[in-house]
């Protein structure tokens, strides 16, 4: 009796259904359907060494207020950071919101929008275009990393091997963090001296 | 004393080797590499089913002509047997498998519990991939993982191995011994980021590398350029994959359809000219092999013929990559043959006793 029954599934449905719509939502991921144009992603590319500049000193200026976070406690900026942040990424580099920022060793290219999220260098499937595999109408977000890291002044910091993703960090504020450790760097690095003195 | 095979534990063919200076594997194909001689590995087909034979005669044919054969982690997205259950059943019979790993389909829990288990197995050989993306295969609804890329999960088994830790740092026991490769894709674009890629692939644990179909040879011959200038070549063997095209219309259809594999025009015009086209397809992986061998710092081929594993054998025959050598085959050790012909006997000989005829012949 049960031989006899033929196993539908939702997969089956979909491929039956798949030749006679136009619309075939397997060949997109879900990441890409919510996205519009890359322009501005790869102006961000195009512009990686202005950019790289500008960082420089936007970092800087966030460890000077280090005494201001540090004051209201990152705990509390953290919320109004990570939105402003989110936006401010999230427009100009498709930003994923890893929370362990990259994009000055990877061209200004955010290796988070690779369908396969690769954090160290391009897959072995990239199409002769320069496009995607996956996503086919996508440009390669690796072959733009090493075009932005051409230009910039510390590019060979794409050479770097990157550690996995802590997932754990995901949603929070890469610029806090850099602050924070930053500061604590300094730090260290002023009482070492005082350390070693009286010994 | 009993002629053994070389690199052949002589307590059984499935444990592994003594362990030599300088080597951090006990496998085979390290052996065959750091002595210099010119590998040859290939891939198994992996089978759609839960018989075990079936691995064992797709891994038949090629005997006594491979070094290593590549247990794949299912390649283009497509469901078969694990890697891990081929490589389990492959080890068992003393063939010495390079497992896959892909970061598709599983986190750094389950990879790093694999690759445990795997040497555990003695498995002495992991090749270490992206993966392909879950679009390509047959069930495109599949959550891909991509917990680790590539060179985390190469630096992740290198510390496994030199530090004896789990990524998180806690303490292993036994750290696996392993020979790490990697594959690498020097016709994929950005391709002047490619030979430094390979350089990031070595610096994170890679000591062997496999790379894509290569059916442009002058392109490969200018990537060896500059992975020999860079000095790559001293710290990691390069096996260049080849394999069979069956048909000019194959050709094509790889071309548009599989990214990443690059044939130029020459080729398909060269196939459809042919008289019989599965045949040129044939001569005309020999002749690749017969030019990238002669290339400085290519150490091995890896021959990839799917479904056309019968031409493997051929393949490395013709092409004399060999040079006479025969690598390790699974055969009846001669002990054992010995003690089977003398005890053929019992096989054939009627001994139904019954507990009262035993009882009569004790006394
Ligand atoms: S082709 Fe590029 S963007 Fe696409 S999966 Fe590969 S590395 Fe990522």
New binding site residues.
């Given amino acids: 009796m049960s031989e006899t029954t033929p196993a539908i599934t939702q997969a089956t449905l979909v491929k039956k259904a798949a030749p006679k719509s136009d619309y075939k939502p397997a060949d997109v991921s879900p990441q890409r359907r919510v996205q519009r144009s890359f322009a501005v992603r790869l102006w961000s590319v195009r512009h990686s060494r202005l950019l790289e500049w500008f960082y420089a000193r936007f970092s800087d200026m966030f460890l000077l207020l280090h005494p201001l976070w540090k004051g209201i406690g990152y705990g509390r900026v953290e919320g109004p950071i990570k939105f402003v942040e989110k936006r401010v990424k999230g427009f100009m580099f498709d930003c994923r919101m890893c929370g362990q920022c990259i994009l000055s060793s990877t061209g200004m290219s955010c290796?988070m929008?690779?369908?396969?999220?690769?954090r160290n260098?391009?897959?072995?499937?990239?199409?002769a275009n320069g496009?995607?595999?996956?996503?086919p109408d996508?440009?390669?977000?690796?072959?733009k990393a090493w075009e932005g890291s051409r230009n910039m002044v510390h590019g060979d910091k794409i050479l770097d091997v990157q550690k996995p993703v802590d997932q754990s960090l995901r949603e929070t504020s890469a610029w806090l963090r850099v602050t924070a450790q930053a500061a604590a760097a300094r730090e260290a690095a002023r009482n070492a001296p005082n350390t070693g003195a009286p010994a | 004393m009993i002629a053994r095979q070389p690199d052949e534990n002589p307590a059984g063919i499935h444990l592994p080797l003594d362990p030599l200076p300088g080597h951090t594997s006990r496998g085979r194909l390290e052996r065959v590499l750091r002595r210099g001689e010119f590998a040859v590995t290939t891939e198994l087909n992996p089978p759609d089913s839960a018989d075990p034979e079936d691995v064992y005669n797709r891994a038949k044919i090629f005997d006594g002509w491979v070094d290593a054969i590549n247990a794949v982690d299912a390649s283009g997205a497509n469901c078969h047997m694990s890697s891990v259950g081929i490589c389990a059943l492959l080890t068992r019979m003393g063939y010495a498998p390079i497992m896959q790993i892909a970061c598709r389909d599983r986190n750094r829990i389950a990879i790093q519990g694999d690759v445990l288990g795997g040497a555990a197995m003695g498995v002495a050989n992991m090749l270490c991939l992206?993966g392909d993306?879950v679009q390509a295969g047959d069930q495109p609804g599949a959550k891909p993982v991509f917990d680790l890329d590539c060179m985390s999960l190469l630096e992740t088994c290198r510390i496994m191995r030199d530090n004896g830790k789990f990524l998180s740092g806690r303490k292993l026991t036994t750290p696996p011994l392993l020979f790490l490769g990697a594959a690498i894709n020097p016709f994929a674009p950005p391709i002047d980021f490619r030979p430094y890629r390979l350089g990031k692939k070595i610096a994170a644990g890679a000591q062997f590398v496999q790379s894509q179909y290569c059916f442009d040879v002058p392109m490969f011959r200018t990537y060896m350029q500059q992975v020999r200038d860079l000095g790559f070549t001293e710290k990691c063997f390069i096996l260049c994959g080849v394999g069979p095209l069956a048909s000019a219309k194959t050709a094509k259809w790889i071309r548009t359809n599989v990214?990443g594999i690059h044939i130029p025009d020459s080729i398909v015009k060269r196939l459809e000219g042919a008289q019989d086209q599965k045949k040129e397809g044939k001569q005309l992986c020999i002749d690749i092999i017969n030019e990238v061998k002669e290339i400085p710092g290519v150490s091995g081929v890896h021959v990839m013929a799917y479904r056309q594993e019968e031409y493997v054998a051929e393949i490395v025959d013709e092409s004399g990559v060999l040079k006479g050598r025969q690598p390790w085959k699974r055969e009846i050790r001669r002990d054992d043959q010995l003690v089977a012909e003398r005890l053929d006997h019992i096989l054939h000989d009627e001994i139904t006793e019954t507990q009262v005829d035993m009882v009569k012949t004790a006394h």
């Fill in positions: 290796p929008n690779c369908p396969k999220q690769l260098g391009p897959c072995g499937g990239v199409r496009n995607c595999e996956v996503e996508m440009p390669c977000v690796w072959v | 992206t993306g990214p």
